[in-house]
């Protein structure tokens, strides 16, 4: 047994053996870092994209027949993400808050809540005909791969979109 312990130890295959043993570990963590990051570039780049398909619908006064604007608006975030990002999950937040000047819409402060800062228009919904209007989705994506919950159990950063659009006189 001895004999045949050592015999394998210095042949070419154990060599081969430990390299794998050493790299295959670094590989998987470097492919896991690769799909979060891919993942979580993936998401942001397609919350923009339905943000500002929402923004048009509000911006528009449309809504599907039987749906309100709000509706309108959630329903595009959520498909056009895929349902990655989905009003009303707990990993979302969506907000709406409409102003009567840019001005005052670029003095808002989307992380503060709406109707307690003293620049705060009440709480509204998508706005009024001529509004300037700011909607804003933030997201905390899960941890794609196991590598994100071995590096702390969360995801690589929380996403954030924002856009200032003034509603038409309809």
Not at 9 to 36: H, Y
Request: aromatic fraction near 8%; glycine fraction near 8%; include cysteine.
């Amino acid at each position: 047994m001895t004999k045949t312990r050592r015999s394998f130890a210095r042949s070419e295959a154990a060599g081969v053996i430990l390299e794998f043993t050493l790299v295959f570990p670094l590989l998987m963590a470097l492919l896991f870092l690769v799909i979060d990051i891919m993942m979580t570039l993936f998401v942001d780049a397609a919350m923009e994209n339905a943000l500002r398909i929402a923004s048009r619908h509000g911006m528009t006064g449309f809504a599907g027949p039987g749906e309100s604007r709000e509706v309108a608006i959630c329903r595009a975030i959520d498909e056009r993400t895929l349902g990655f990002v989905r009003c009303g999950d707990a990993a979302t937040t969506v907000r709406v808050a409409a102003f009567d000047s840019f001005e005052a819409a670029a003095a808002f402060d989307p992380d503060e809540p709406v109707g307690e800062g003293p620049d705060d228009p009440p709480p509204v919904a998508a706005g009024a005909a001529g509004q300037v209007v700011v909607y804003t989705v933030t997201y905390r994506p899960p941890a794609w791969t196991p590598a994100a919950i071995l590096l702390g159990g969360s995801a690589i950063a929380t996403l954030s979109a924002r856009t200032i659009v003034r509603n038409e006189k309809w």
